[in-house]
């Protein structure tokens, strides 16, 4: 059996990361290993998970449509969007685009995990013309499927089916 998919829960709600938590505890190959009550807390985790693990990365908070505003800085390597991209309308996904490209080093990589465009609450979703349009002079160089699997309930409501699109400059 492999290791359990390790998730700390992030919500303003304390009702909401309960329900979560006790949805998610239910699963044998999901792991909550803390909770947060907002995004600064969550990073601030997340930052002291990395420098436990020895690990050099930066992790910023900031509006993807705007980063340079928000002070990260620039020459990234890697960017990696975890969510963000596919819940973006047509507008906030090229200043996205606009943005990423402006804080990377000229042979970056972007990996996003990306849920396809279907029917369904609460996500948008896109495909792959809408994440090249977002990203002009970058080339989707692979698609590969996350394989991440939500509890049988909440997999039936969102049919997420996420893939990883990784891009580099052309």
Same mark, same amino acid.
């Given at each position: 059996?492999?290791?359990?998919?390790?998730?700390?829960?992030?919500?303003?709600?304390?009702?909401?990361?309960?329900? %979560?938590?006790?949805?998610?505890?239910?699963?044998? /190959? #999901?792991?909550?290993?803390?909770? +947060? @009550?907002? =995004? $600064? *807390?969550?990073?601030?985790?997340?930052?002291?998970?990395?420098?436990?693990?020895?690990?050099?990365?930066?992790?910023?908070?900031?509006?993807?449509?705007?980063?340079?505003?928000?002070?990260?800085?620039?020459?990234?390597? %890697?960017?990696?969007?975890?969510?963000?991209?596919? /819940? #973006?309308?047509?507008?906030?996904? +090229? @200043?996205? =685009? $606009? *943005?990423?490209?402006?804080?990377?080093?000229?042979?970056?990589?972007?990996?996003?995990?990306?849920?396809?465009?279907?029917?369904?609450?609460?996500?948008?979703?896109?495909?792959?013309?809408?994440?090249?349009?977002?990203?002009?002079?970058?080339?989707?160089?692979?698609?590969?499927p996350s394989h991440f699997r939500l509890p049988k309930i909440?997999?039936?409501?969102?049919?997420?089916?996420?893939?990883?699109?990784?891009?580099?400059?052309?």
């Amino acid at each position: 059996m492999s290791e359990p998919v390790r998730i700390l829960i992030a919500d303003d709600q304390a009702l909401v990361r309960g329900g %979560l938590r006790m949805i998610l505890d239910a699963q044998p /190959d #999901l792991e909550v290993v803390g909770e +947060a @009550a907002d =995004g $600064r *807390e969550a990073l601030q985790r997340a930052r002291e998970r990395v420098q436990q693990a020895g690990v050099e990365m930066r992790l910023v908070r900031g509006d993807v449509t705007d980063l340079r505003a928000a002070g990260i800085g620039s020459g990234f390597r %890697l960017v990696l969007d975890t969510g963000t991209f596919h /819940d #973006l309308n047509d507008t906030h996904r +090229a @200043a996205m =685009g $606009r *943005e990423v490209g402006a804080i990377t080093v000229s042979d970056a990589t972007v990996l996003l995990l990306v849920w396809p465009k279907r029917r369904r609450p609460l996500i948008r979703g896109v495909d792959r013309s809408e994440v090249e349009a977002a990203f002009p002079g970058w080339k989707v160089t692979d698609v590969t499927p996350s394989h991440f699997r939500l509890p049988k309930i909440v997999d039936l409501l969102l049919r997420p089916d996420e893939h990883w699109y990784r891009l580099r400059r052309e």
